[in-house]
């Protein structure tokens, strides 16, 4: 079982840059998946951006394309998501998570859930 801890939200104002990062324990962090996924208030929660393995494959959601870049470091058990140009419409809680295969849009697919961590961007 991984264990997963996100952090670097906070309060940005739209047009501004944060960088989240996703710790993991565990040996096998490399065999799996990430994705970083958001809930709004009232809202269902969202795959935002989705990397496999080895970092070759990548997943964008259509309103972050061109703004947030996923990447991911194996040797540090880490998964990051920049995020550029933040809009209003970018607040949310942000939270990782793993996967065996490469289904980000299938929400069941994913576990091993982390706390997530909240971004909130003022206009």
């Known amino acids: 079982q991984v264990q997963l801890v996100e952090s670097g939200g906070g309060l940005m104002q739209a047009g501004g840059s944060l960088r989240l990062s996703c710790a993991a324990s565990g040996r096998t962090f490399r065999i799996y998946a990430m994705g970083w996924f958001r809930q709004a208030p009232g809202k269902e929660r969202d795959v935002v951006a989705a990397i496999n393995w080895s970092g070759i494959n990548t997943y964008y959601a259509d309103s972050v394309k061109g703004r947030f870049t996923i990447s991911r470091d194996n040797a540090k058990n880490t998964v990051y998501l920049q995020m550029n140009s933040l809009k209003p419409d970018d607040t949310a809680v942000y939270y990782c998570?793993?996967?065996?295969?490469?289904?980000?849009?299938?929400?069941?697919?994913?576990?091993?859930w982390g706390q997530g961590t909240q971004v909130t961007v003022s206009s």
């Open positions: 998570a793993t996967s065996r295969g490469f289904a980000p849009r299938t929400l069941e697919d994913w576990g091993s």
